[in-house]
């Protein structure tokens, strides 16, 4: 008598756990990479506003944005809803801070205006040098869109000590900047209540 192997049976286990492992690893890679959105992000902040000049000056330099709806964002009034100061740089003055009972000083000159919302409208950024003796200072501006992540203007100004500048007039349109102007002066200070 004649006695018949088959190894058909152990053939078939191995088949049947190399495809359990080969979908398992399919589906843990689509959970691990999960599909993208159709790449829209929608920021909090729509665009903003930033003024630096020279890390080791001591001028105090104001920032003044204007939006459509007339009101002046500055020092003395930080927000109107859609509009927020969130640093006002006194030069040397706040440059100093204390963490553990140690003093630090972070030489940094740098105001930046944010935006939630962009009205169609007009808009007017100057600058102003509060200091009364530390001579000319250039000031660097720069208004990034985040809605359509693009630098939408980069420029710089001098201005004397007490003196105001317009840096840059420019409209909105469906939450982009379609017209940017350098050659309109507006003087924000003024209106704002403030002597220039």
Not at 14 to 31: D, E, K, Y
């Amino acid at each position: 008598m004649r006695k018949y192997s088959s190894n058909l049976a152990f053939v078939d286990l191995l088949f049947n756990l190399l495809v359990g492992f080969t979908c398992l690893f399919i589906i843990a890679f689509l959970l691990i990479n999960p599909i993208a959105k159709s790449g829209t992000i929608d920021p909090p902040v729509r665009l903003i506003v930033e003024a630096s000049w020279d890390d080791k000056s001591s001028a105090d330099v104001d920032l003044y944005v204007r939006g459509p709806d007339g009101a002046i964002i500055y020092y003395g009034n930080k927000e109107n809803g859609y509009i927020t100061l969130k640093r006002d740089d006194l030069g040397a003055l706040n440059d100093r801070y204390v963490v553990n009972g140690k003093a630090v000083i972070v030489e940094r000159n740098y105001e930046i205006t944010s935006m939630t919302d962009l009205p169609d409208g007009d808009y007017v950024v100057t600058v102003h040098n509060f200091s009364t003796n530390t001579g000319p200072e250039e000031v660097n501006i720069r208004i990034t869109n985040l809605a359509h992540f693009a630098v939408a203007y980069e420029g710089s100004v001098v201005i004397n000590n007490r003196e105001e500048a317009t840096v840059v007039v420019f409209q909105i349109r469906d939450n982009q900047v379609v017209s940017i102007r350098t050659d309109i002066e507006v003087k924000l200070r003024v209106t704002a209540g403030r002597a220039p």
